[in-house]
């Protein structure tokens, strides 16, 4: 399905691809190792998928375009290399983390030399608006997982409170794609750049959302459940539904279990028989088919064209993608 999105970006894409490679060269044989290992195990690439398809939404794509793409690119590439540390996570993608291998504190310099690299990108553009829209994105990242692992630590959360977590955590980067799309066509409307932001933000939270569903599904790589949410004592929207719903006596089953330092697989089983129990993950799919309804009539205020037809099976595809 991905494959039929791109169709109408796919020569910007290849464009992409080699402006990402070549950001990612370096003289220290240590990262040129990385950089590598990183180059083979791409991901989707979402997020520059999107600013392509926006700016070609709204515009044009040029060199500001690229560069924005390889920004958000290696600012995404970075979270995720600095989250498995925090995480302790040994797979990213089906192939072992960058932390697992080289180890913690390699994986953070690692992180840094992309953030840098991102940043120093940025300001080659001399437009401080990319800057300035990256910047605030990564600072909403930042405060966004902190919240969230304060909010894990007192086990104490409410749908509020999830929603502003997620909007900072994967929103704001979503919303930070629209944005750059924007500036890359030189358009400097504040309200448009704010309803443009708007949008992303609102295909971050679908991301998000779907993501926290997918925690209770099998790993391709282990066969058991994932649970990573669950194992960090981080309480998703399903979960949080559950809690609503349960009985008082599996609400404490619930909390005594995310309370402990090291969760087992048959307690992380039976939160989950509970989230289908109490319909945790209905509920979470009818909020992503309220927000995708939202977003697809937000978009109504663009003429109809090819790359607003990708953008809709994007966000489409986004809500049924199974990994």
């Given amino acids: 399905m991905l494959n039929q999105i791109i169709k109408p970006i796919t020569k910007e894409l290849k464009v992409f691809d080699s402006k990402y490679k070549d950001s990612l060269s370096s003289d220290v044989k240590l990262l040129i190792l990385i ?94 608006n990319i800057l300035k829209y990256t910047s605030k994105a990564v600072e ?27 909007k900072r955590k994967t929103g704001s980067l979503f919303g930070c794609c629209f944005q750059l799309a924007a500036v890359s066509n030189n358009l400097t409307d504040k309200n448009e750049l704010q309803k443009l932001y708007d949008i992303g933000e609102k295909i971050g939270i679908i991301f998000q959302i779907k ?9 391709n790589l282990t066969g058991k459940l994932m649970g990573n949410d669950l194992k960090e004592s981080k309480i998703n929207l399903p979960l949080l539904h559950t809690l609503k719903k ?32 109490n319909n945790g993950i209905e509920f979470s799919k009818n909020k992503i088919d309220i927000l995708v309804n939202e ?21 489409n595809y986004i809500k049924i993608r199974t990994k």
């Fill in 35 to 128: 950089s590598d290992y990183i180059l083979k195990n791409p991901g989707k690439k979402i997020r520059p998928i999107l600013l392509l398809l926006v700016s070609k939404m709204i515009g044009d794509i040029n060199n500001k375009t690229y560069s924005s793409c390889i920004l958000i690119e290696l600012l995404h590439t970075a979270t995720l290399i600095h989250d498995d540390v925090v995480d302790d996570a040994h797979f990213r993608r089906g192939k072992f983390s960058v932390s697992s291998l080289w180890k913690n504190k390699i994986a953070v310099l690692v992180g840094d030399y992309l953030l840098s690299k991102g940043l120093s990108l940025g300001l080659k553009d001399n437009d401080i």
């Fill in 211 to 219: 993501d926290d569903i997918l925690d209770y599904n099998k790993s």
């Fill in 295 to 315: 977003v697809i009539n937000d978009l109504q205020i663009f003429s109809d064209s090819k790359y607003k037809r990708s953008l809709i099976d994007l966000i």
């Fill in 246 to 277: 349960a009985s008082i006596f599996e609400n404490q089953q619930i909390l005594k279990i995310l309370n402990k330092k090291k969760i087992l697989d048959n307690e992380i089983l039976f939160i989950c028989k509970l989230v289908y129990k």
């Fill in 140 to 166: 909403n990242i930042s405060e966004g997982e902190i919240y969230q692992m304060q909010k894990s630590r007192d086990l104490d959360l409410n749908e509020d409170e999830y929603f502003e977590i997620i």
